[in-house]
């Protein structure tokens, strides 16, 4: 973990719950940093790893988000860097495109609507690690 404040890159494309999840987690001491979709969210954290990923699963695709946390595996730069998944894919007409019967990359798994008391336990839970 980097000195000073833990840096949390969050990774959606949905402007609200990226804004709400920023003012939350800095309002708790984290440095946060965005990005709409897991290509920005793969360049941001080649440029400035960041302590901890909050990354949704369903952007540009149903499983953009799943996709992108086996890219972040196989990368040795990216793999150790904690990821927390949040989604609203198991209330969505894409659930039965979740691979619920593979290996799951992510550290944590959160349903949208995620209660912010909660997004910060986890996140804090996750830098222990």
């Known amino acids: 973990m980097a000195v000073g404040n833990p840096k949390v890159l ?16 800095t309002k708790h001491g984290f440095e946060v940093l965005t990005a709409a979709n897991g290509r920005q969210a793969l360049a941001a954290m080649k440029q400035e790893p960041p302590d901890v990923v909050i990354l949704d699963v369903m952007m540009d695709g ?8 086996h890219m972040m595996r196989e990368d040795p730069a990216l793999s150790r860097i904690p990821v927390l998944m949040v989604s609203s894919i198991m209330d969505s007409p894409y659930a039965d495109q979740f691979p619920t019967d593979e290996y799951l ?22 830098l222990r690690r």
């Open 10 to 25: 969050i990774v959606d494309d949905d402007p609200d719950f990226v804004e709400v999840s920023r003012i939350v987690l």
């Open 62 to 69: 149903a499983t953009e988000g799943y996709h992108i946390t």
């Open 105 to 126: 990359p992510a550290d944590g798994f959160l349903r949208k609507p995620v209660n912010p008391e909660q997004l910060v336990r986890e996140v804090r839970a996750l």
